[in-house]
Structures are given as structure tokens and as C-alpha cells.
């Protein structure tokens, strides 16, 4: 028995695997459980599980479930951990079992599977046995076929009864907590509350009060009842619970075994600029709360804001990613601290990387919903044809800067419309738009000053390149500290000269310090928007 584990392991190694070529391959038996599914486990609708909102939350409920069963085996079988991939993915048609099981055993007529909707009292009952309802003959042979292989299995590899025994509970529990999802989501949302309503009614009421839901029900289609209306609200909440779950444990799974890979991908995110795409979502938020006044935002909506935001951060990951692979030979010169240029991770890594962003991306602002993934989409395309050739905009001065412009307004919109009421262009306000392209076009000058060495070598004629060494920091400097005055401009709150003007004159000092960094810019910005905040805040009280 030695020797066949011995020849399985040496196969499992033998195996070429990547990222993407797992999540291919894992995306295909998937999409096999799904087409057989369709038959066995039916909608109550009658609809075929081809939707994408119904394939996205199947797909990030697997994917979750894969990654947590990943680390699992990773602190029981630590002998394998180097092949945990290749040997889930494998193993991965064994979800075949149910659907295939439950046509045999109802005569072709398939056994409905759903989540544990259990209330508080009945959870420990459910756990003992898998469920009262909602789990079929072939879900209950799979996995009790699956537990017993796996606790065989560790038995094998590491020769331990106690590993044996809580690898597979372990594994069981956490199953167990998947399939029951709906069910701890809605008792932590009501965990103050005299009376707990069931799940089913609970996901209902929070549907119907929520602001965003009408992002995910595109206006023109017909959804035929509203049964059906509530199936893909559902499948919108939990893919977007899911995403959070799947993003934590995919993290958690590449710092783990790739840490220091994953600490330089981080360190690179351009957190500064990231944390600016995440406040200009936040400010289109706030202007549609005012337009709109009231507005009342759920936990259903909060969760659409998050994933939002989340959808933005891997766009923006996926252009760094693509941005430096084109940039390598200015990055020697002018960044000889990013992964590529220091060797932490080579191209074929940083491509694998900019994939799993993108797909991220797609998927969280899918959603977010329509308009979301509109904005996602231009996002990206404004800043791969910025970055990449055969466009590469960035070499065209101001132009450059208009394209970075555009790239905030995405994010200001998708902010706005996530929770506004009226979905319509003409509902955006557009002194609004202007102000954010203009603003964002003098100010994002600044980011080429600590490039000036490397554009100047690969001829990229940047504003600072073209003037100079003496007279390019300077221009940059009064343009990034016009930028801060533009705002009370704009705005026409003469009070925000108070935090404007400091931060313009500071602006300027920094763009033209030597040495030149970032941070005490960034740190002047997050300070000038704090204070514009305070200074609102003061006068809404005081005419109050």
C-alpha cells in the first residue's frame, strides 16, 4: 500500500500546475456537476441552472469549499502539502456522485437540493444529521463515501488513528457550515432580537428593504414570477457572501504556502492608491445619500458596497500587474524595489497573478451588479490602454493624466449608482463628473516625478521629463496644489479654502522635496479630505 501512495504521490508531482490552469480545470468538472444537476436538482422555478447569477454563486460556493478543504488537508496530510492541488483536483469528480445517484435511485426524476434553513433550536439536530431537509440519498452517500476515503486515507499517509479520526469531523463541519450558511448569517443578523424569524423570511425581508438589489434585476427582462425574482436576489446575496469567504481563504491559502510571493504582491498594491479609488467610491455614495435623502442602507447593501469596493481593489491589481510587466525595463531604474524587477516573482508569475485578479474582478462586480460591472469594465480598459501597448497612452502628455481622470470617474459612478434610486445617466450629477476628471487630471501629475529617471531613458514625455529637472517639479507642484483649490471651486463651499489652501501649499513642498516619495502627498490628500469632512460636519451642526 506504501509503494501505490509512494506511485500516486510521484504522479501528483509529476503534473504541471498553475493558478489558472487548476481553476480551468477545476472550473470544468464543475461545470459538469452543474450540467447534471440541472437534471437531478432542478429550481423550483422549472428554470435551467444557466443563468449567471445562479452559476456564479454555485461556482463560489465549490471554490470556497475547495480552498477550505485545501488548508484542511494541508495541517493533516502535511507530507502532500506541496500537491494538495493537483490531488483535489483529481479527486474533484466525486462530486459526480450525487446527481448521478439521485436520477438512479427517483427513476429520472431527481431529488430537490437546497441550503439548511434551520432555526437556532435546530442547528445541533441538523449537524448529527446532515440536515432534516434539503440533502439527498446521492449528497449523503457522497459524503459519507468521501469521509470514510479521507479518514483511510490520512490513516495512510501518516499513519496516525488521531489525524484519521479528525480529518474527516473537521472536514464534515466544515461542509456542514456551507450548507448551512443562510441559516448562522441570518442568526448573527438578528442575534439582538427578541424574536428570530426564519431564515427563508428573514433573507426575504432583507431583500425587499434593500437599496441595491435593483443592480442585479436588469429593468428590461422579464423574470416571470416573483418566485423567481426572489431565486436570483438570493443567488446575488450569497454569491456576494461567498466571494468575501472565497477571497479570505484563496489569501490565506497563498500566504501560506507562498508567502513571500504574497507579501511582495501586497506590498506592490499601491495601497495609497487603492484606498483613493475606495474614498472615491465612497464619496459617489454620499452624494446619491444627499441627492436622495433618505436613504437607508441594509446589510444587504453594505455587503454590495464591500464586494464593490473589492471588485475596484483587483481591477486596480490587475493594472498594476499588467503595468509592470510593460514597465520592467523602467522599473529597473526608477522602482528596483517591485517583485519583477527584484526577482521575488518572474513574469510567468506576475501573468498568472494579473489573471486571478481580472477573473476576481469580473466576478465581484458582476455582483455588485449591471451598472458596477459597466464601470469595472471601462476601469480596466481605460487603464490597460493607458499602460499597454499598441495604445499606451502614457506617453502622451496630459492626455495621460485626462485617461487617470476618467479612471476616478468610474469609481465615483459606480458609488453613486450602486445606491441611487434612479439608474438613469441623467440622475449623475454632472458638475460632479467634471469636477472629479478635472481634479483628478492636475493632480495625478504627481505620480511622475518618482519616474522621471526611467521615462526619461525609454522616452515616455511626461510632463516633468519634458520641462526638466528644475522646472518639471515645480509645474507638477502647482498643478497638484491648483487641484485642492478646485475642490471649494466646484463645490462653491467657500469654507473647504480653510483645508484646501494648506494642503495645496503642502502639496507643492513635497512634489518638489528632494528626495522625492509618495507618502507625505498621499498622507497631505487623506488629511485635506478629513478636514474638508470636519469643516462640513461644523457647519451642518451649527446651522442646525
Request: glycine residues 6%; aromatic residues 18%; hydrophobic residues 55%.
Amino acid at each position: 500500500m506504501q509503494r501505490i501512495l509512494n506511485n500516486i504521490k510521484t504522479y501528483l508531482e509529476t503534473i504541471p500546475i498553475t493558478p489558472t490552469s487548476w481553476l480551468l480545470g477545476v472550473s470544468g468538472v464543475l461545470m459538469v456537476r452543474f450540467f447534471l444537476e440541472s437534471f437531478s436538482s432542478f429550481n423550483a422555478s422549472g428554470f435551467f441552472a444557466s443563468d449567471a447569477s445562479t452559476l456564479i454563486h454555485y461556482y463560489l460556493f465549490f471554490i470556497g469549499g475547495l480552498f477550505a478543504l485545501m488548508l484542511i488537508l494541508k495541517v493533516f496530510i502535511p507530507n502532500w502539502k506541496n500537491i494538495i492541488p493537483q490531488f483535489t483536483a483529481i479527486t474533484l469528480p466525486a462530486i459526480f456522485i450525487p446527481p448521478i445517484v439521485d436520477l438512479i435511485v427517483s427513476g429520472g426524476k431527481g431529488f430537490k437540493t437546497t441550503y439548511f434553513f434551520d432555526m437556532p433550536e435546530e442547528i445541533f439536530s441538523s449537524f448529527l444529521n446532515f440536515g432534516s431537509s434539503g440533502v439527498t440519498i446521492g449528497l449523503r452517500i457522497e459524503i459519507l463515501i468521501v469521509l470514510l476515503c479521507l479518514g483511510v486515507f490520512v490513516y495512510l499517509v501518516q499513519k496516525s488513528f488521531i489525524r484519521a479520526i479528525l480529518a474527516p469531523i473537521v472536514v464534515y463541519a466544515m461542509v456542514f457550515v456551507f450548507a448551512s450558511l443562510p441559516s448562522f448569517i441570518s442568526f448573527l443578523a438578528q442575534v439582538k432580537s427578541l424574536f428570530v424569524v426564519e431564515p427563508v423570511v428573514f433573507f426575504g425581508q432583507a431583500m425587499s428593504e434593500s437599496l441595491t438589489l435593483a443592480n442585479n434585476l436588469h429593468g428590461s427582462l422579464d423574470y416571470g414570477s416573483a418566485y423567481r425574482v426572489y431565486e436570483i436576489g438570493f443567488n446575488f446575496v450569497m454569491g456576494k457572501v461567498l466571494f468575501l469567504i472565497s477571497s479570505i481563504l484563496v489569501a490565506l491559502w497563498f500566504y501560506l504556502n507562498f508567502k513571500p510571493k504574497f507579501i511582495a504582491v501586497f506590498r506592490n498594491s499601491r495601497k495609497e492608491r487603492a484606498a483613493h479609488y475606495i474614498l472615491t467610491i465612497f464619496i459617489g455614495i454620499i452624494f446619491a445619500y444627499f441627492k436622495f435623502y433618505p436613504l437607508e442602507l441594509n446589510w444587504t447593501d453594505w455587503l454590495s458596497v464591500l464586494t464593490l469596493c473589492l471588485a475596484f481593489y483587483f481591477a486596480g491589481m490587475f493594472s498594476i500587474c499588467t503595468n509592470d510587466l510593460v514597465d520592467e525595463g523602467i522599473d529597473k531604474i526608477s522602482n528596483q524595489e517591485r517583485p519583477l524587477v527584484s526577482g521575488v516573482l518572474s513574469r510567468e508569475e506576475m501573468k498568472q497573478a494579473s489573471i486571478i485578479f481580472l477573473v476576481a474582478s469580473l466576478i465581484a462586480a458582476f455582483l455588485s451588479g449591471y451598472t458596477a460591472f459597466f464601470f469595472v469594465i471601462t476601469f480596466i480598459s481605460l487603464y490597460y490602454v493607458y499602460s499597454v501597448p499598441p495604445t499606451r497612452f502614457k506617453i502622451i502628455p496630459l492626455f495621460s493624466s485626462f485617461i487617470i481622470g476618467l479612471c476616478y470617474s468610474t469609481t465615483a459612478l459606480a458609488g453613486f449608482f450602486l445606491v441611487s434610486p434612479l439608474k438613469i445617466v441623467s440622475a449623475f450629477p454632472i458638475k460632479l463628473f467634471v469636477a472629479v476628471v478635472v481634479i483628478i487630471t492636475f493632480l495625478s501629475h504627481a505620480r511622475d516625478i518618482k519616474d522621471i529617471k526611467g521615462d526619461k531613458a525609454f522616452g515616455i514625455n511626461t510632463v516633468p521629463v519634458l520641462l526638466g529637472d528644475v522646472w518639471g517639479p515645480r509645474v507638477v507642484g502647482l498643478f497638484t496644489g491648483f487641484s485642492f483649490i478646485l475642490v471649494p471651486l466646484f463645490s462653491g463651499l467657500n469654507m473647504l479654502y480653510l483645508s484646501a489652501v494648506p494642503a495645496s501649499i503642502f502639496s507643492y513642498y513635497y512634489v518638489n522635496k528632494k528626495p522625492y516619495t509618495e507618502k507625505p502627498l498621499f498622507v497631505t490628500y487623506f488629511l485635506f479630505v478629513l478636514v474638508s469632512v470636519l469643516l462640513l460636519l461644523f457647519n451642518l451642526e451649527f446651522n442646525m
